[in-house]
């Protein structure tokens, strides 16, 4: 590590000077209290929000030794509330915040952009959550949501939220075979989606690929009959109908209507095709619902919303999160670790297909009053300084963006960053995978010009907000490291016979005790959850990542130990693609592992053994890409495929990635190779190898 990169960078007092958590010497009087007295400490925080019922059991119980009994994890049992209550009702009604901007929505045309008040915002959710209960959605009912970044997935999700329903909400950039999974395995009763959208040149006809999913799940036996649209592309057909007269003309389409039927205009009308009695649109079920809907008083403990995350079996895993315990920890971490302040106006650039996006999009902000800009587009269009362009017309004091983003953009150097003011930002925040030192010191020095923190969050699905951490006021920097943990956050870190390392150590990160937001279990699979992450070291939550903590306890992320990789801030799991490759009739064994990327952090270097009759030709190999984009979607897309006459495997079969995983690097200290069945074939895969200079 260079020597900048293993500079220290301390809080000045005039970057932050009324800030939340001031020092670092108050940062851990708040910790030790939040990790001592867990029950006075978020008890506190919990009288901010409404109850309905106010807790009176015990405030946390919990167990986390599988070798003692079942898992479980409770806080608050017994208290009634409603989350949606909460981030919109209580802000309208009790702070008086119904005419302040919730949500800046900017368009994948920079022209397109719309606005929505916290009043505004409550009044659509009451009217979708009314038309979900006329649908016959009732309480614990699953609805799947599968759309685009606009304000229509916000409503939507609230809106189940408002009534007890669970919202399972698939990225937009998964397939038609994920999504159709998702939702058999959610058992949902609905989809939300809309027509089509651009990101950026590309025109995703979403309408077309829900559809193939819901082919699917009625080949399956599914019984899903349910699904409404959002005309999102087609919205100013709609405006020019007067259907819609608060949509904005989206300028795309503008030329369109207005323009001749050119065959780009035919591109922006995508065919949407519809089934009618399953199929309704959006605009015509909320026309004339009512905007008053009483919230479905739930438990602290009662489901709020499933979210799918990549399982090292391939199978993804159903996250479920609950009521009471997720809104005080999306909530406190977003106040603390943006150092939210009530002028602010905050960027997450997540989708909200995602977990960053439910928590630091939705959630979190909501449940404190702040104003959001939420982007539908990509950081390259229409130029690469589209992010720094919307920073200065909203104005955005806090920016969170994922290391990928960073390093995409640093690729195209200074300019286009410096063209644009960004006097506005204040705090910037990392999330998703780790950050090497020199995007760090990049967006430390040319996007925050050194007077904005970086806050370099870890965290996971699973955890459901932030877990280590530096607080913007309060922590001084390292480049590349997560600093220390949250507030209720216990880390440790483990050798491989399960005892805890103190001082400088390097093992497995794992958490001693729950916090509020933490996972409850795997939807329809509690045994999963307690095998998945408690059974390898009994008493601890496992994250699966390796961590190193150093001589002045910060903790350092060095990646996962299992076979899962992280492309872009994106998990996937290798055996998810190897099952995919091997469902192509050319293909008769796979093995797939990670390879370094210069943007992505991973990508995926796949070996494959061809059936007898077939042939490795740059057709196949094109087929066999397509294959594993059709089956999970865009992001799992192999970055290198190579033949492989065979595969090196130990005498009892198992295929083994390490050697792989050198071989994908060119790496020939392949350590320890007598176990193998064949070592004759470590050379031909040598010889095979894919050019992987980038
Ligand atoms: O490996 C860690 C990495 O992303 C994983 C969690 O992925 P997911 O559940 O998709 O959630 C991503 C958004 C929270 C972790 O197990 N990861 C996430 N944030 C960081 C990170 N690795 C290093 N540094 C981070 N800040």
């Given at each position: ?292 809907c009483e919230p479905e008083w739930c438990d602290s403990e009662d489901k709020l919303f499933i979210l799918y995350t990549s399982g ?245 992320i060095t990646g996962r130990i299992d076979d899962m990789l992280n492309i872009s801030g994106h998990l996937l799991s290798t055996s ?119």
């Open positions: 590590m260079g020597q900048e990169q293993a500079r220290i960078f301390h809080p000045r007092p005039e970057w932050l000077p009324a800030a939340h958590v001031p020092s670092l010497s108050q940062y851990e009087r708040l910790y030790q209290r939040s990790v001592e007295d867990p029950h006075a400490f978020w008890g506190d925080i919990a009288k901010e929000f409404y109850w309905k019922t106010p807790y009176t059991g015990p405030f946390l119980n919990y167990n986390f030794d599988v070798t003692k009994g079942k898992v479980f994890i409770e806080w608050m049992k017994g208290a009634t509330t409603n989350i949606c209550y909460n981030v919109l009702d209580r802000n309208v009604n009790e702070k008086k915040l119904g005419d302040k901007i919730a949500f800046y929505w900017e368009g994948n045309e920079p022209e397109d952009s719309m606005k929505i008040t916290y009043k505004e915002l409550l009044h659509k959710v009451c009217q979708f959550a009314n038309v979900l209960r006329s649908q016959g959605v009732k309480k614990e009912d699953r609805v799947s949501i599968y759309m685009p970044m606009i304000l229509e997935l916000v409503v939507a999700m609230l809106a189940c939220a408002r009534i007890g329903a669970l919202h399972t909400i698939v990225f937009a950039g998964f397939s038609a075979d994920s999504l159709c999974e998702r939702i058999i395995d959610g058992g949902c009763c609905l989809l939300v989606t809309a027509d089509a959208f651009y990101r950026g040149d590309k025109l995703i006809n979403l309408k077309q690929i829900a559809d193939e999913a819901l082919q699917k799940c009625k080949d399956r036996g599914c019984p899903l009959k349910k699904c409404i649209v959002v005309k999102h592309l087609g919205r100013e057909e709609l405006a020019v109908a007067g259907t819609c007269s608060k949509s904005p003309p989206l300028k795309r389409l503008c030329h369109d209507v207005q323009g001749k039927q050119t065959e780009s205009s035919q591109r922006f009308h995508p065919k949407i095709p519809w089934t009618p009695g399953r199929d309704m649109w959006w605009h015509e079920v909320m026309s004339g619902a009512s905007t008053d090292s079996t391939g199978k993804p895993k159903g996250v479920l999160h609950t009521v009471g315990g997720y809104m005080l920890f999306a909530a406190t971490s977003f106040k603390y670790v943006f150092d939210y302040q009530p002028e602010d106006v905050y960027w997450c650039t997540a989708d909200i297909g995602w977990i960053t996006g439910h928590s630091y999009v939705t959630y979190g902000p909501l449940a404190n009053g702040a104003t959001s800009v939420i982007f539908e587009g990509v950081p390259t269009y229409p130029d690469v300084g589209r992010m720094w362009s919307i920073v200065d017309k909203y104005k955005v004091t806090k920016f969170y963006t994922a290391p990928t983003a960073i390093r995409l953009l640093m690729k195209h150097g200074e300019e286009p960053v410096r063209k644009h003011s960004r006097k506005s930002l204040k705090v910037l925040g990392s999330v998703g995978e780790p950050i090497n030192p020199e995007a760090w010191l990049w967006y430390y020095r040319v996007v925050g010009e050194e007077r904005c923190p970086i806050v370099d969050t870890f965290w996971q699905t699973e955890t459901g907000g932030h877990m280590l951490t530096p607080l913007p006021g309060a922590t001084p920097l390292k480049p590349g490291s997560a600093a220390f943990p949250f507030f209720g956050v216990v880390p440790a870190i483990l050798n491989e016979s399960g005892e805890e390392l103190e001082g400088e150590a390097e093992g497995y990160l794992v958490f001693k005790q729950p916090w509020p937001g933490m996972m409850r279990t795997l939807y329809g699979n509690h045994p999963h959850f307690e095998a998945t992450y408690f059974k390898k070291f009994p008493g601890y939550y496992v994250t699966g990542d390796g961590c190193k903590r150093d001589k002045d306890g910060y903790y350092w998810e693609v190897e099952s995919a490759l091997l469902e192509h009739p050319a293909v008769s064994e796979s093995a797939v592992v990670s390879h370094p990327h210069s943007l992505k952090g991973e990508c995926l270097y796949c070996f494959v053994s061809l059936r007898v009759g077939y042939e490795f030709t740059k057709s196949l190999e094109d087929e066999l890409r397509k294959q594993v984009r059709d089956k999970i979607g865009p992001i799992a897309t192999p970055d290198y495929i190579q033949y492989a006459p065979g595969l090196p495997k130990t005498r009892s079969g198992k295929i083994t990635r390490r050697i792989l995983r050198k071989i994908a690097r060119d790496d020939h200290d392949l350590g320890d190779t007598s176990t193998l069945a064949d070592p004759s074939i470590i050379d031909q895969l040598f010889s095979n190898r894919c050019n992987t200079k980038q």
